[in-house]
Each structure stands twice: as structure tokens, then as C-alpha cells.
């Protein structure tokens, strides 16, 4: 059986690594994520049924012995096993994202942001605060897109805000110590993620604009680790006399590629990128060349060239520090970042799904674990979704008990008789208890379909268990 798809019994895998010294704790985090899964998108009341299993959810997410680390203890470790069952190279994909929630008193949760009033009864010139919650998480796939799990997770909370246009007029950004940054959490969940593989060669780290961060390249040369991230700084390369864009601009188109692109209104189409590549030295920032070196870095360019309508035409500029001698080689990369977007679909489904922003907890200490409970299982979902994507042959015995495997061939009739039903067969029938339809030209059930399946299911199964504890079958 390959360990990558096992997950008949999923909860005893994704918390066999727990952390807890109290084993009741553990027993307990193992019953709270029974409970949410099989009450996904509900309140805390609704999943645990009565009130003494609801005073015991509270208590465990005010108790000081809990952190956010070792609810994620486990199913790092599970991620980890994955990633040691697969060969090839891991794509750790990182982004930022933020959960906003309505409390009279910012000060218990924190500060996100600060917008104008768009009540006609305010002045539009006062602002109003805007209280939440931050996330910085990093997610392994294979290059073929299957999620192998979260690798780190990093929350926080900011006192005040203040705009980035604010903070550049009265400093220099680059002059300020990456320790001091918010930006550090690129860089620490970088080593948090290449400690997790055991061979951090294998990993390559994606990251949008936001991670053009010159500390955060040479952590990677330090980890003996690889990046791939979007450029936004035009940095100075070479011997200084000239940037990256302008050392690009002279170069010649070396080849082309057409990728699949979704307009604003949702259509499909292609995009002609022209496709050119160079290998440069490229310098830290003035202020800080004195404490960093310069690296050899190759820099990937993918420009549209005609204007489409609808959306705006693609001009990517990647930088890594992987070598790329052939125009394959620069497509494959590209196509690394395009998976990129599977780390903002991850915080949709536990945006959408788990309805995080609904939780009514009052302090940030108890969110964020409710918030890291959310994550394993919009995991399990993102990686079902993909799972039928990549391995749709696999065995369903890898991904369900028998008990559910009877439980789908009764409640999904078969319409023909299959001689050997593949895990995406069994999948599908997830998919039409979530409201998924099946037909002929139907793409492929997604996460929101197969979360709901899968809710409907565990009440299910629920009932089928009493029964037969009831009756003696």
C-alpha cells in the first residue's frame, strides 16, 4: 500500500506525530476533529450536540497547555511521511492570508487594516477599524498538483496598522532589519518547512511578488534549499550598471508556450506567452550589500503579446535560483508557479467551507486553534479533490472503511455494473450526497461538493453505527 494514500483510518495518521504530554488532551483533539469533520461549516454547539461536549470544546481551546504547534503537531509529521513516500521535487507553496471578524473591541482579537466609511450617514473621510486575524501557511505538492499536506503555519496579530504607503515616507523599508518585518515569516517558515523534509534539496519555495525578499534568497542558499518566486523588484545585476529587466530586455525571444487562462467572466481560453531566460549576478540592495553577497541567479520571463479582452495580458518575471539551460526547462518552471494558485484555493476552502469567520470565539489565542483544527481538515478535503485529479485508478480502500464503501454502494446505485469500482468511482458518489450531478460532460466534482458529501456521509454513518449497535447487525 503506498503511505502516500492511505487514510482509511485518517485521524489516527494525522495525530499518530501529537505532541501532547497529557494523553486526555490528545483523546480530546481526536474527538473535536471528529466532531467538526463530521459537522463541517457548523458552530461549535452544532457539531458537539450538548452542552458538556461544547463546555469540553471550550476548555480545550482556553487551556494553556495547548498552542496552535501541537494541535499541528501531528499531521506535520503525517506530511512529512508523505513527502518521504513520493519521489522527485516537493513544491512548498506560501502565502499570506487574513480572517476578518465584527467585534465591538478590536483590542482582544487585533487590528487588520483600517477602510473609509461607505455609509452615506458617516463622513466617507473617517475610518473604520477592521479586526482579525493573520495567516502565513506553506503547502507541499507534487509537481502534479496533489496536496501532501501543511509544512508550517504562522499566526499573528497587529496592535495597530499603519498603510505601507504611510511607513515609506518616513523610512526606507530596505534599511530596516528583516527581524524587525512581518516579512520575516517568509523566511521562518522557509526553515520551518525544509526541517520537515528530510532531504531539503528536494524543495522548491513559491511565493507570489510579495516574496521578492533578498533575505529570503540567500536563507535559501544557507538551507541548501531552492525558491521560485515572482519578481517585483527590479534589482540591480551584473557589476551594478544595470537592473534584471533592462539585462532582459536585450535578450532575444527563445521560445513560446500556450497556457490555459480564465478571463474575468469565468471563459476559457490561451494565452501565446513569448518565453526567454538568463542566468545573472544579482546584488543585494545598497543598504544592505555590505551584509549579504550577491547570487547567481537565473531570471525566467513570460510575456503575452497581444492584448486579450477581458483580463490583462501576462507579464511574469520569475526569479530562482535553479538552473535553466533549455526553453523545457523554463516551461517546467512556469508551470511550478502556475500551481502557486493552489495555496489561495486551500485558504478558500477553509475560508468557505469550515465558514472560519463565523467562529464567535473572543480572544485570538482560542481562534487560532479553533483555525488550525480548520486547516487539517480543509486539507483532507483539497487532498481528496485532487487525489480523484491525480491517482482517480488508486483503490477506494485507501481512502475509505469498509463500513463506508457499503454505506456509498447503497446510497450511489450503480447504474451499470463495474467490475473493479476505482477510488474516483466512489469519490463521485461522495460528490452526488454533496449535490454533485455525474453527467457525461460534467467536469469533475470539487471541493465544496465533496466537503458537503462528505458531511452528509459521516451522519450516515453516524446513524448506521447506532443501528447496528441497536438491532445486533
Avoid at 21 to 36: C, H, K, T, Y
Avoid at 40 to 45: D, H, K, Q, T, V
Avoid at 115 to 138: A, E, I, N
Avoid at 242 to 268: F, W, Y
Wanted: with cysteine; aromatic share 8%; charged share 25%.
Amino acid at each position: 500500500m503506498d503511505p502516500m494514500l492511505e487514510g482509511a483510518a485518517w485521524l489516527d495518521e494525522e495525530l499518530a506525530g501529537s505532541t501532547f504530554a497529557d494523553a486526555r488532551l490528545s483523546q480530546r483533539l481526536w474527538r473535536l476533529l471528529e466532531q467538526l469533520g463530521g459537522a463541517m461549516g457548523a458552530s461549535l454547539p452544532l457539531a458537539c450536540q450538548d452542552w458538556a461536549a461544547t463546555k469540553a470544546a471550550y476548555r480545550f481551546f482556553d487551556n494553556d497547555r495547548v498552542s496552535e504547534a501541537e494541535i499541528l503537531a501531528g499531521h506535520f509529521a503525517a506530511t512529512a511521511s508523505r513527502v518521504a513516500a513520493t519521489e522527485g521535487p516537493i513544491l512548498i507553496l506560501h502565502d499570506t492570508t487574513e480572517f476578518v471578524y465584527h467585534r465591538v473591541r478590536p483590542e482582544p482579537l487585533g487590528v487588520t487594516g483600517q477602510y473609509p466609511c461607505r455609509s452615506p450617514t458617516y463622513d466617507r473621510r473617517q475610518l473604520f477599524t477592521v479586526c482579525g486575524l493573520l495567516m502565513h501557511s506553506s503547502l507541499g505538492v507534487t509537481p502534479d498538483g496533489l496536496p501532501l499536506g501543511l509544512c508550517a503555519i504562522k499566526f499573528w496579530t497587529r496592535a495597530s496598522f499603519k498603510g505601507t504607503s504611510v511607513l515609506k515616507r518616513h523610512i526606507n523599508p530596505t534599511r530596516v532589519p528583516i527581524e524587525q518585518k512581518e516579512s520575516l515569516r517568509w523566511l521562518e517558515n522557509m526553515r520551518q518547512s525544509s526541517a520537515l523534509v528530510a532531504d531539503s534539496a528536494r524543495c522548491i519555495h513559491i511565493g507570489d511578488r510579495e516574496s521578492d525578499i533578498y533575505e529570503l534568497f540567500v536563507t535559501a542558499h544557507e538551507l541548501g534549499t531552492h525558491f521560485l518566486v515572482r519578481s517585483c523588484v527590479d534589482r540591480r545585476a551584473d557589476d551594478g550598471t544595470q537592473t534584471i529587466i533592462a539585462a532582459l530586455d536585450k535578450v532575444p525571444g527563445q521560445g513560446e508556450h500556450r497556457i490555459g487562462v480564465r478571463d474575468d467572466n469565468g471563459k476559457d481560453s490561451q494565452a501565446h506567452l513569448t518565453i526567454k531566460y538568463q542566468r545573472l549576478q544579482v546584488l543585494p540592495p545598497l543598504a544592505k550589500q555590505k551584509r549579504y553577497p550577491a547570487l547567481a541567479l537565473t531570471v525566467i520571463c513570460a510575456d503575452e503579446q497581444e492584448t486579450p479582452e477581458n483580463r490583462q495580458p501576462i507579464h511574469w518575471r520569475l526569479i530562482t535560483d535553479l538552473p535553466v539551460t533549455s526553453v523545457d526547462e523554463a516551461i517546467e518552471k512556469i508551470s511550478w508557479y502556475a500551481l502557486r494558485w493552489n495555496i489561495e484555493l486551500f485558504h478558500k476552502i477553509l475560508k468557505s467551507g469550515s465558514r472560519a469567520e463565523e467562529a464567535k470565539l473572543r480572544s485570538a489565542e482560542r481562534l487560532v486553534k479553533v483555525l488550525a483544527l480548520f486547516s487539517i481538515l480543509a486539507w483532507r478535503v483539497f487532498w481528496l479533490t485532487m487525489l480523484n485529479r491525480t491517482a482517480p485508478t488508486a483503490s477506494p480502500r485507501l481512502v475509505f472503511t469498509p463500513l463506508e464503501i457499503r454505506l456509498l454502494d447503497q446510497l450511489a446505485k450503480d447504474k451499470a455494473s463495474s467490475p473493479a469500482p476505482t477510488l474516483s468511482h466512489y469519490l463521485t458518489k461522495i460528490a452526488r450526497l454533496g449535490g454533485y450531478l455525474a453527467r457525461a460532460k460534467d467536469p469533475p466534482p470539487g471541493n465544496m461538493v465533496l466537503w458537503r458529501g462528505l458531511s452528509r456521509l459521516t451522519d450516515i454513518e453516524l446513524g448506521a453505527s447506532l443501528r447496528m449497535r441497536l438491532v445486533g447487525n
